[in-house]
Nanobody
Framework: QVQLLESGGGLVLAGGSLSVSCAASGRIFSDSVMGWFRRAPGKEREFVAGIRWGSGTTAYADSVKDRFTISRDNAKNTVYLQMNSLKPEDTAVYYC??????????????????WGQGTQVTVSS
């Protein structure tokens, strides 16, 4: 069992920055992947970024590449998502999730086993 708890989020003006964190408790393995997803009103949950716990390999959705940065602190069992140059279309509930896969960073919702409760990010124009 893995428990994930997001924190951070909030309200920010367009062009601003925000960071969200995800603290994991339970067994985190070197072949675990930590992912960030988001769900905007009226839309499906979508992949934002992911990182392999062991190697640090990352992957990003095209819509956030060069604006968002995912990182992890193994000692704290915490994953971070730094969001810069935020746009109103980034407004969503942000979720972290974890999966165990041998290679790569999966982007599908169904690949992930455990999910946090989500944190709201609102970008105002």
């Amino acid at each position: 069992q893995v428990q994930l708890l997001e924190s951070g989020g909030g309200l920010v003006l367009a062009g601003g920055s925000l960071s969200v964190s995800c603290a994991a408790s339970g067994r985190i393995f070197s072949d675990s992947v930590m992912g960030w997803f988001r769900r905007a009103p009226g839309k499906e949950r979508e992949f934002v970024a992911g990182i392999r716990w062991g190697s640090g390999t990352t992957a990003y959705a095209d819509s956030v590449k060069d604006r968002f940065t995912i990182s992890r602190d193994n000692a704290k069992n915490t994953v971070y998502l730094q969001m810069n140059s935020l746009k109103p279309e980034d407004t969503a509930v942000y979720y972290c999730a974890t999966a165990r896969v041998r290679i790569g960073v999966p982007r599908g919702v169904d690949n992930y086993d455990y999910w946090g409760q989500g944190t709201q990010v609102t970008v105002s124009s």
